[in-house]
């Protein structure tokens, strides 16, 4: 042990100042060089969070003070130094309890003789303190005060340095997570407009523009394939978080075991496989607008947690035992009726009214029919750019089959069958010529997708007195049934054989007043959507 200590024991401190190391490796390197410069049993730096100070590295005492806090309120000794223009040497005689009595070397019951402790200033602000302990009475009395004061100036410039190393890796980890997610986005959500003239879709903008400028969570509703995605999109594009990114979750793809993880974050060790921190998409939103897609299926034991970061603006990760506070705008997205998901137990009332102060409800594309031309040559030029074909034109009878439909899968369904259209006129066209789409290359629409290999069972008779709508979807029930009888129930498989996709079949058969078996029932609530593979 050092008994006679010299200025030249603080130059590793200020070379480790420009070396290239991580804050912990920097903070750690800090204490050991302490150690070799004082006559010293332990050496603990902390730092200050608000009435607490927190150890950052430590060498010579037990294991678990890295894991403790002290508050200066209950350490007298700490206070004092906090409070102290410059170091502090305690007499062996005080009567203060040290902090660390019972912690040096393994001697539980072995008190601290000899205590001095440095505050951490920088530019006129405390950002932490040292502290040195010996078992030795009066092993810091020949120290000269001069001394003390160098290694404190140093100590503090060192901290702040890893604390600014500590927030840039923050930010640079947080960055890349944003740009991986902005990249997603980019890719994945084309396009920026509603398309349409309608009053209607004329309400839903005057919405979007009301709602977008206030910092209120939004949740935005309506059928699959409706254009919820857009619509958030827009909120956030006139919104005054624009320039920030928009990060998305799909809380329908998050599996439960690490639904809490990828949403709040955790900390390195707080379960099996976590090797480090991770941070979670509630703090890579810091700042910027977080999209909760398809929120109605968020795990129910989740939801609290989402509920106080909603309200009081702070996030837990996993393992931590304090919270973050967040600045953070959530946008929520869902096809499912959650007022009865709440009937039902799986969603929180409390979140859900949290959620809901701005309600926004995106209209089927059959309230807004008058818009399927004017879709349908955006989605016509679309499919122009992306197969190189020369101009594209949709001949009058086309589009009356298209507004014949009743596009149970809404905009998206009629998206697919303008590209697929798209596909069969181009096949006939020239080079170089217009491809002109015909009703032949629309084919049966809306109604018309469900088409299942044998109809011989709905081929009965529609009941008189029905008007048209009525009749069609009498249709469209015995088809579904007969469906789901010959592929036993399977809804996935029954889809395939209708041609369209599983959950706007399922959706479909809620609007029609079917349950999760195809029989009828009564009430108008959609039944749940099947969480199996095979239904």
Not at 14 to 19: F, K, P
Not at 319 to 336: E, K
Request: charged share 25%; net charge neutral; hydrophobic share 45%.
């Amino acid at each position: 042990m050092t008994t006679t200590p010299r200025l030249d024991d603080l130059l590793p401190i200020a070379l480790d100042m420009s070396a290239s190391l991580t804050s912990a490796d920097r903070a750690q390197r800090l204490v050991d060089a302490v150690m070799r410069a004082l006559p010293c049993d332990a050496a603990v730096l902390l730092r200050l969070d608000g009435r607490d100070l927190v150890p950052l590295a430590a060498r010579g005492v037990s294991a678990d003070v890295l894991g403790r806090r002290f508050s200066r309120d209950a350490n007298p000794r700490l206070d004092i130094i906090c409070n102290a223009p410059a170091p502090t040497v305690f007499p062996a005689a005080s009567p203060l309890p040290d902090p660390y009595d019972g912690l040096i070397g393994g001697l539980t019951e072995h008190r601290v003789h000899s205590c001095a402790g440095l505050p951490l200033v920088v530019e006129g602000v405390l950002v932490g303190a040292l502290t040195v302990d010996a078992l030795t009475p009066g092993a810091f009395d020949g120290i000269e005060q001069g001394f003390l004061t160098h290694l404190a100036a140093l100590a503090a410039a060192a901290l702040r340095t890893a604390a600014l190393i500590h927030a840039l890796e923050q930010h640079s980890r947080r960055q890349g997570i944003v740009v991986r997610d902005m990249v997603k986005e980019a890719l994945d959500h084309q396009g920026g407009l509603l398309i349409g003239r309608s009053e209607r879709l004329a309400r839903l903008r005057r919405e979007i523009d009301l709602v977008a400028r206030s910092e209120f969570p939004v949740l935005v509703s309506g059928e699959t394939g409706v254009g919820k995605e857009l619509v958030v999109r827009m909120l956030h594009s006139r919104s005054a978080r624009a320039d920030q990114p928009l990060v998305y979750v799909n809380c329908a793809a998050l599996p439960e075991s690490i639904a809490e993880s990828e949403l709040f974050g955790h900390k390195k060790g707080a379960f099996t496989s976590a090797d480090e921190d991770r941070l979670g998409k509630l703090r890579v939103a810091d700042g910027a607008t977080l999209f909760l897609d398809e929120i109605g299926e968020l795990p129910l034991h989740i939801q609290p947690k989402l509920l106080r970061a909603l309200q009081e603006g702070e996030v837990q990760a996993v393992g931590a035992d304090r919270p973050i506070h967040v600045d953070v705008r959530i946008l929520a997205a869902t096809n499912r009726n959650l007022e009865a998901e709440m009937a039902a137990g799986r969603f929180r009332a409390d979140l859900f009214h949290r959620l809901d102060v701005g309600r926004i409800e995106v209209p089927a594309l059959r309230e807004h029919a008058q818009d399927i031309p004017e879709l349908a040559g955006h989605f016509a030029d679309r499919a122009r750019q992306r197969l190189g074909t020369g101009s594209i034109r949709i001949s009058p009878d086309a589009q009356a089959a298209l507004m014949r439909g009743s596009w149970p899968g809404n905009v998206r369904e009629l998206e697919n069958q303008i590209y697929r259209a798209v596909l069969r006129a181009s096949g006939r066209a020239a080079s170089g010529t217009p491809v002109v789409v015909r009703a032949a290359d629309v084919g049966e629409v809306g109604a018309g997708e469900v088409t299942p290999a044998r109809l011989d069972q709905t081929q009965a008779d529609v009941p008189a007195g029905l008007s048209l709508r009525e009749a069609v979807q009498e249709f469209q029930r015995r088809v579904i049934k007969a469906a789901l009888r010959e592929h036993r129930g399977n809804w996935a498989a029954a889809a395939r054989a209708l041609g369209m996709h599983r959950s706007n079949l399922f959706h479909m058969a809620g609007r029609l007043g079917l349950d999760d078996d195809g029989t009828e029932r009564s009430g108008s609530a959609a039944p749940d959507p099947p969480r199996t593979s095979g239904k």
